[in-house]
């Protein structure tokens, strides 16, 4: 698995590729890859057309999370539940009593959508590697539109959760392929800022979800928070088919027949994907031979705490705890939900993705023009600490009872931590081995929203048994405790990339 001398690996040495001359960024340092003399190349096309293409991936992970959050969940005790239904769960209720179903079987709307999405990508990206990124783009968009609009109009329980689990399987891989599509566009030292707008994007779809799942509770029925979804996803296929060509390109080889397209297929954007092999049953699993790689495993256990602990959290959790401790109704607990974290989340980007760059850039200049990937975690301190911050404000706020401003802040807090180290975690990842980002990209989302899931289980029991505050700190420190081996890879990182080597697979691309 370890095999093979790190001659094509990013982390260590520049790439080079059939060009005229060895291209070089505006500081002078040799571009990462190197760019060929193809003008399909997507790293040599117009600034424009990459921010378009960036731009639809970036809306179509936007409207992942944002089809699992729109119906405002809270998975907790069937105590809590019960106490909760005189007091109008944001959607909930009304589905509840229209599937004759309590509120725990109903909660299973969103646990099982949730859990799907782990593994979509695990699914949709090989796929990706063989037959291109356009085609999974396309099928996924079609696959949400056809499933949701299915869910909407369900007319029993069954039926529901069945249309539910094959949106989530079969309409979220741009949660594990966006990664995978930025690196296919974008040089190195441009990669965090641009990576920064995917992960602004996947992240504030569910951040913006709870503002308007409450209103459609009050204003219209449970079926628009599948009908929504449904319609947006169309408008993005439209603009999808007609904006957005293939991404994928074999670096090592001939492209030739692609440049050989009619007229027809060019305006129709339909230029052929490359196959440097076939489709294999190693190739799922591929994601998890990943894990063995320290520079993978150890970001990625990171930022599945930081993820779930810095948003997943308040989006379990705040019905229970908003509509007891302050009465409000379903939309006032999406708009005191989704505003501090869509805002935290904005403010931590403008702090994260050109940062990251900018530190990678200056220390290479420094070094002569050698990139090492650890230098972007030198930009990463800031949601280090903001993240449990935030996490214990809010924790402490609710046990003191403060003024609603006070869980507010620290929702937003964290929200601006959470965002400075995804960013961060997601450049990283794709700095060191970018031939396999669709994998990485894979990995983080399956131990993401696994994680995720499994919170639901306990955050707001063992609130309620040892105290909101004593509860929120104990997540606090867990997240920092699994930030701690990330400096031992500050320090060994690159020694352990050298000795480990790279994956033997998809290094053409």
């Not at 001398?5 to 080079?16: H, I, L």
């Given at each position: 698995?370890?095999?093979?001398?790190?001659?094509?690996?990013?982390?260590?040495?520049?790439?080079?590729?059939?060009?005229?001359?060895?291209?070089?960024?505006?500081?002078?340092?040799?571009?990462?890859?190197?760019?060929?003399?193809?003008?399909?190349?997507?790293?040599?096309?117009?600034?424009?057309?990459?921010?378009?293409?960036?731009?639809?991936?970036?809306?179509?992970?936007?409207?992942?999370?944002?089809?699992?959050?729109?119906?405002?969940?809270?998975?907790?005790?069937?105590?809590?539940?019960?106490?909760?239904?005189?007091?109008?769960?944001?959607?909930?209720?009304p589905l509840g009593k229209y599937l004759h179903k309590d509120l725990t079987d109903v909660a299973y709307v969103v646990s099982i959508f949730t859990a799907v999405v782990s593994i979509s990508p695990l699914f949709w990206n090989p796929i990706s590697n063989v037959y291109g990124r356009r085609p999974v783009y396309i099928m996924n968009l079609v696959a949400t539109v056809v499933f949701s609009a299915a869910s909407a109009a369900s007319h029993d329980y069954g039926t529901l959760l069945a249309m539910r689990a094959l949106s989530g399987l079969l309409g979220t891989a741009a949660l594990g392929l966006g990664p995978a599509t930025v690196c296919d566009l974008f040089f190195a030292h441009e990669r965090g800022r641009y990576m920064g707008v995917y992960t602004l994007s996947f992240i504030t779809g569910g951040h913006i979800a709870p503002i308007i799942g409450g209103y459609i509770e009050k204003n219209?029925?449970?079926?628009?928070?599948?009908?929504?979804?449904?319609?947006?996803?169309?408008?993005?296929?439209?603009?999808?088919?007609?904006?957005?060509?293939?991404?994928?390109?074999?670096?090592?080889?001939?492209?030739?027949?692609?440049?050989?397209?009619?007229?027809?297929?060019?305006?129709?954007?339909?230029?052929?994907?490359?196959?440097?092999?076939?489709?294999?049953?190693?190739?799922?699993?591929?994601?998890?031979?990943?894990?063995?790689?320290?520079?993978?495993?150890?970001?990625?256990?990171?930022?599945?705490?930081?993820?779930?602990?810095?948003?997943?959290?308040?989006?379990?959790?705040?019905?229970?705890?908003?509509?007891?401790?302050?009465?409000?109704?379903?939309?006032?607990?999406?708009?005191?939900?989704?505003?501090?974290?869509?805002?935290?989340?904005?403010?931590?980007?403008?702090?994260?993705?050109?940062?990251?760059?900018?530190?990678?850039?200056?220390?290479?200049?420094?070094?002569?023009?050698?990139?090492?990937?650890?230098?972007?975690?030198?930009?990463?301190?800031?949601?280090?600490?903001?993240?449990?911050?935030?996490?214990?404000?809010?924790?402490?706020?609710?046990?003191?009872?403060?003024?609603?401003?006070?869980?507010?802040?620290?929702?937003?807090?964290?929200?601006?931590?959470?965002?400075?180290?995804?960013?961060?975690?997601?450049?990283?990842?794709?700095?060191?081995?970018?031939?396999?980002?669709?994998?990485?990209?894979?990995?983080?989302?399956?131990?993401?929203?696994?994680?995720?899931?499994?919170?639901?289980?306990?955050?707001?029991?063992?609130?309620?048994?040892?105290?909101?505050?004593?509860?929120?700190?104990?997540?606090?420190?867990?997240?920092?405790?699994?930030?701690?081996?990330?400096?031992?890879?500050?320090?060994?990182?690159?020694?352990?990339?050298?000795?480990?080597?790279?994956?033997?697979?998809?290094?053409?691309?």
């Open positions: 698995m370890f095999e093979g001398e790190p001659k094509n690996t990013e982390a260590t040495v520049n790439e080079s590729f059939p060009t005229s001359d060895s291209a070089k960024d505006p500081n002078g340092i040799l571009l990462v890859p190197q760019p060929t003399n193809d003008p399909d190349d997507p790293l040599n096309w117009p600034s424009w057309r990459k921010r378009i293409v960036l731009v639809q991936v970036s809306l179509i992970s936007f409207l992942a999370l944002f089809s699992a959050s729109l119906i405002v969940s809270d998975k907790t005790s069937e105590d809590c539940l019960a106490k909760l239904t005189s007091q109008k769960v944001p959607t909930f209720v219209l029925t449970w079926r628009w928070c599948f009908y929504v979804p449904a319609i947006i996803a169309a408008g993005l296929l439209i603009s999808f088919v007609l904006t957005v060509p293939e991404t994928l390109y074999s670096r090592t080889h001939d492209q030739s027949a692609n440049s050989q397209s009619s007229s027809i297929q060019k305006f129709l954007m339909l230029r052929r994907a490359p196959s440097s092999n076939r489709l294999r049953l190693i190739d799922f699993l591929r994601p998890f031979q990943m894990l063995f790689y320290p520079s993978i495993a150890i970001p990625t256990i990171y930022y599945a705490t930081s993820f779930g602990y810095g948003t997943i959290l308040f989006i379990l959790t705040s019905t229970n705890i908003f509509s007891q401790l302050y009465h409000f109704q379903p939309y006032q607990v999406g708009v005191l939900l989704g505003v501090p974290l869509t805002v935290g989340s904005i403010l931590g980007e403008c702090c994260a993705g050109y940062l990251s760059d900018m530190v990678s850039e200056r220390r290479a200049i420094y070094r002569g023009g050698k990139r090492i990937p650890e230098d972007r975690f030198l930009a990463i301190y800031p949601g280090v600490v903001l993240l449990p911050l935030g996490v214990i404000i809010e924790g402490v706020s609710i046990t003191h009872k403060t003024h609603w401003i006070g869980p507010a802040m620290g929702v937003a807090i964290a929200s601006f931590g959470l965002q400075i180290v995804t960013t961060i975690i997601y450049a990283y990842v794709a700095d060191c081995y970018k031939p396999q980002s669709p994998e990485t990209g894979a990995v983080l989302n399956f131990v993401r929203q696994i994680f995720s899931f499994c919170i639901g289980f306990y955050a707001v029991q063992t609130g309620e048994k040892i105290g909101f505050q004593d509860a929120w700190i104990t997540w606090a420190f867990i997240n920092f405790a699994t930030f701690l081996p990330v400096l031992l890879l500050i320090w060994r990182g690159e020694r352990w990339r050298l000795a480990l080597g790279v994956p033997k697979f998809h290094n053409d691309l």
